[in-house]
């Protein structure tokens, strides 16, 4: 009895012993499989290979005859396969979250995060064979954001060891896509904060707001891998809105010709400041352009107004070639380099207003300086004036005396001397004309508004030829004037 004792003993200890040595190959494998897996992330940022490997290796440590994973997509509440080991991804089809029935879809609505796999034992499959399904949640910051499925024929048993291996590759998985969401975050967060950059720079660099959108335009073009991108400005000059085409990238302006606010439901609803995202422009009834958008090769659209302050003054459009629903963070984006886009057409109408005031307060300066000038020249002229009319009067007072004596001898002669009365004369009336002279300066000084007043042309004639009579007769010129006795005064 007690060599039987023995012998059972012995047997159950080399039976311990296999199943332990069994356990530590399978933990030896595991550790080496994420060991892989962890240089895999180190070395590369593609997140289809490293969820290959990681399906690989859980094919592999399992014994499974192949495996997938699905991504949740929370916007259309299904799992979606992602990639696929052992088999084509072409036979795994999309599961709605809240009405299929799959081994998928229940280890996805786990709430529970320590639950790390669940079985499926089917009766047999087709060969006849015992089917094992496994699948478990990608679970990442508490959030689930895919699973691993994997099946395997032959056997059901499935050892605390490979349940443990499981939860670990799935725990990896989600960490690749994890570190790949927070890749992309960065990523985008860079391209938005390079491209707010530049837009900013070329804002402060230039007052040509021209140049400044045709390159906000050419940088949404490749920051969104578009195919056209065109801003348009509203003119409201004319008896209807009209939405003109300023810049765009892909097609000239010249190929996006002006149109009426009242022709396109989407722009009307942008100027009332919503954005708007068109998937698929083909069969969207919003979009009126459908034979546009066929020719050139135009798939979905999204669209951002242009506010400056409280107005909505524009447009902007990015068509692609591809479907593609964009994100939230696309129309941040798009939001953010619109507003930047207002700030430039705003400084650029400052700049002109701007410029106009310049302009006004320029001529309004050469006006005071020559509203100046003028009253420089006539306080001038005011002296001249003054000193004129004291110059007037010193003159005159000699000239009143010689006219008087002149006067007086021509009445004392005797008509025997009518040459000394004829001098006497001549006296009187140089002195008149010097007379009128000296009125005729205190006129000028004085700048008198002229007096229209009857003139007789005859008599004026007269006394032109007598002033010019002494020249005339000092260089031997005679001069008859040929009078109308019959003209009357002339107004």
């Known amino acids: 009895m007690g060599e039987e004792s023995d012998s059972s003993v012995v047997e159950l200890d080399r039976d311990a012993l296999v199943a332990l040595n069994r356990q530590l190959q399978e933990r030896v494998s595991g550790l080496a499989a994420l060991?892989?897996?962890?240089?895999?992330?180190?070395?590369t940022r593609q997140p289809a290979g490293l969820l290959r490997l990681v399906v690989a290796e859980a094919v592999e440590l399992l014994r499974a005859s192949d495996g997938v994973i699905?991504?949740?997509e929370p916007s259309a509440q299904r799992l979606v396969p992602t990639v696929a080991v052992g088999v084509e991804l072409e036979q795994f089809q999309p599961l709605s979250l809240e009405t299929d029935e799959d081994l998928a879809v229940e280890a996805s609505q786990s709430r529970y995060?320590?639950?790390?796999?669940a079985v499926e034992r089917p009766a047999r499959d087709g060969a006849g064979r015992e089917m094992l399904r496994l699948a478990a949640p990608l679970i990442a910051e508490g959030r689930t954001i895919g699973v691993i499925v994997l099946r395997r024929v032959g056997s059901c048993d499935l050892s605390d060891v490979q349940e443990e291996l499981l939860w670990m590759l799935a725990g990896h998985a989600a960490q690749v896509l994890h570190n790949t969401h927070l890749y992309e975050e960065l990523r985008q967060s860079y391209r938005e904060l390079s491209l707010l950059h530049d837009v900013q720079q070329q804002i402060a660099s230039t007052l040509d707001y021209h140049r400044v959108l045709r390159q906000i335009v050419e940088k949404l073009r490749e920051i969104f891998e578009a195919k056209d991108c065109v801003l348009r400005l509203i003119d409201r000059s004319g008896p209807e809105p009209i939405m003109r085409a300023v810049a765009?990238?892909?097609r000239g302006p010249g190929e996006?010709?002006?149109?009426?606010?009242?022709?396109?439901?989407?722009?009307?609803?942008?100027?009332s400041g919503r954005i708007v995202v068109v998937p698929d422009l083909l069969t969207d009834p919003l979009f009126s352009a459908k034979?546009?958008?066929?020719e050139h090769g135009l798939a979905s659209m999204i669209s951002a107004p242009l506010r400056s302050h409280n107005d909505i003054i524009g447009t902007i459009r990015i068509f692609t070639g591809e479907p593609r629903d964009f994100s939230v963070e696309d129309q941040k984006l798009l939001a953010a380099v619109a507003a930047q886009a207002a700030v430039a057409i705003e400084n650029a109408n400052l700049y002109r207003q701007i410029e106009e005031k310049s302009r006004q307060l320029s001529e309004s300066y050469e006006q005071l300086r020559q509203t100046q000038r003028e009253l420089v020249r006539k306080e001038k002229l005011a002296l001249l004036g003054e000193m004129s009319a004291t110059v007037a009067h010193e003159i005159r007072n000699p000239l009143t005396a010689i006219r008087g004596f002149a006067q007086r001898i021509s009445r004392k002669v005797d008509a025997a001397e009518g040459r000394i009365c004829d001098y006497c004369q001549l006296i009187v009336e140089e002195v008149d004309r010097l007379d009128r002279v000296i009125k005729d300066v205190l006129d000028f000084a004085r700048r008198l508004s002229p007096k229209p007043q009857p003139t007789d042309l005859n008599a004026l004639i007269r006394e032109t030829v007598?002033?010019?009579?002494?020249?005339?007769?000092?260089?031997?010129?005679?001069?008859?004037?040929?009078?109308?006795?019959?003209?009357?005064?002339?107004?």
């Open 35 to 43: 060991h892989r897996i962890t240089l895999a992330l180190g070395s």
């Open 70 to 72: 699905y991504l949740v």
């Open 113 to 117: 995060h320590r639950v790390a796999c």
């Open 248 to 250: 765009a990238a892909g």
């Open 256 to 271: 996006t010709p002006d149109r009426p606010l009242a022709s396109s439901q989407i722009d009307q609803q942008v100027m």
């Open 291 to 294: 034979d546009a958008a066929r």
């Open 466 to 491: 007598q002033l010019l009579q002494d020249e005339l007769v000092q260089n031997e010129i005679s001069m008859v004037p040929l009078l109308d006795l019959s003209l009357s005064e002339i107004a």
